[in-house]
């Protein structure tokens, strides 16, 4: 009886893990892509969209807030040597801070539609970024994506709190 009941018992122990271990895969995916895509507002986002030549967009405190908080999550996981890679603790780390961030900017959004647009191509390049961390093999081209869009935001936006130069020490 053992013969039959063992390998019975052994295949629903693999169920239950392969089950856990894909609804958690899937918890994460589904709340990356909610994310993304959650503060739809029924209008095209486009990628660089900008007031007027030389012009940028007002900001608000929610916005400030959480491109804050993505800078910040940046420069603390970045190596303290140039040129050593970011470790598997560190990118996960700076994933989950990136998306949660990105979750807060999006849940307390309140730009005019414009401006919102601009935004929102900053949003998809950090979440795509994000993504490409937990690949070490994307890791530098995710890494580069969200220092570009750290890079743009005070090109798009009217950033008190940013000055020059300061995306610039994070490479």
């Known amino acids: 009886m053992k013969q ?3 390998p019975i018992a052994w295949g629903v122990a693999m169920a239950s893990v392969v089950a ?3 609804s958690f895969a899937l918890s994460m995916a589904v709340g990356t892509a909610q994310a993304a895509t959650a503060h739809d507002h029924s209008h095209p ?3 660089a969209a900008q007031a007027t030549p030389g012009e940028r967009w ?9 491109m804050t908080r993505i800078h910040e999550v940046v420069q603390r996981s970045m190596p303290s040597a140039p040129g050593q890679p970011v470790s598997d ?10 998306e949660a961030a990105t979750s807060y900017l999006i849940a307390n959004c309140k730009l005019p539609e414009a401006a919102d ?12 970024g ?17 220092f570009e869009a750290l890079e743009r935001y005070p090109q798009l936006f009217a950033e008190p709190v940013w000055r020059e130069g300061f995306v610039a020490h994070l490479h």
Do not use: C, F, M, W
């Not at 647009?117 to 795509?128: C, E, M, P, R, V």
């Open 4 to 6: 039959y009941l063992q």
């Open 20 to 22: 856990l271990a894909s």
């Open 45 to 47: 986002t486009p990628v």
């Open 58 to 66: 007002a900001t608000d405190a929610a916005l400030r807030e959480g």
């Open 89 to 98: 603790e560190s990118a996960a780390a700076l994933q989950r801070d990136i």
């Open 117 to 128: 647009n601009a935004l929102h191509g900053l949003l998809i390049d950090l979440l795509k």
């Open 130 to 146: 994000a993504e490409a961390l937990s690949d070490a093999e994307q890791r530098e081209q995710g890494l580069q994506r969200i």
